[in-house]
T-cell receptor, first 116, second 114 residues
């Protein structure tokens, strides 16, 4: 079974600073996908960034980047130049590379507060 | 706006009752997924449909059922409701069953069972 663990229930960061959210996962699969989703107070689930396990290069999307350590089964999210709009719940998620059933397995989330 | 529409946005009902949540996927998406998010928890996968057929099943209770109709909208039926069923129920859609990697989520239906 696939499990995703986020060990930081809450974090805070000063505006314009950098913060890193941790995520570990457990799987016996060799090919899979990892994601970070953001859930602001509006409740909408918004895709922040994705990483294919077969790619060694870490994904980046503007101020968001990941540190993917496949051997350690670690997938952390770094937010640079934090903005007030980054305040949200952040969920790490895992998807098997399996045609037919590509549902997401989510961690329990990290609540991030950006302080002005 | 993700293009996924869920109704109702809010629903309050009593224990023992039955409710139906509705989801319209993005135009062109054939797969629909249902997730349950209890208070301060992550999203738990319930069930996936592709083009009208069930494709994957997660931790869905026997009191819950779902279906996807020919026009691709989906309904999640929750019966014999209990207090613990109070949660945010998300629907998501994707183009197919292949690993495109992105699911598009609706805004959720918040169910409160009193």
């Amino acid at each position: 079974a696939q499990t995703v663990t986020q060990s930081q229930p809450e974090m805070s960061v000063q505006e314009a600073e950098t913060v890193t959210l941790s995520c570990t996962y457990d799987t016996s699969e060799s090919n899979y996908y990892l994601f970070w989703y953001k859930q602001p107070p509006s409740r909408q689930m918004i895709l922040v960034i994705r990483q294919e396990a077969y790619k060694q290069q870490n994904a980046t999307e503007n101020r968001f980047s990941v540190n993917f350590q496949k051997a350690a089964k670690s997938f952390s999210l770094k937010i640079s130049d934090s903005q007030l709009g980054d305040t949200a719940m952040y969920f790490c998620a895992f998807m098997m590379d399996q045609t037919g059933a590509n549902n997401l397995f989510f961690g329990t989330g990290t609540r991030l507060t950006v302080i002005p | 706006d993700s293009g996924v529409t869920q109704t109702p946005k809010h629903l309050i009902t009593a224990t023992g009752q039955r409710v139906t949540l509705r989801c319209s996927p993005r135009s062109g998406d054939l797969s629909v997924y249902w997730y349950q998010q209890s208070l301060d928890q992550g999203l738990q996968f319930l069930i996936q449909y592709y083009n009208g057929e069930e494709r994957a099943k997660g931790n869905i209770l026997e009191r819950f059922s779902a279906q996807q109709f020919p026009d691709l909208h989906s309904e999640l039926n929750l019966s014999s409701l209990e207090l613990g069923d109070s949660a945010l129920y998300f629907c998501a859609s994707s183009v197919g069953t292949g690993v495109t990697g992105e699911l598009f989520f609706g805004e959720g239906s918040r169910l409160t069972v009193l």
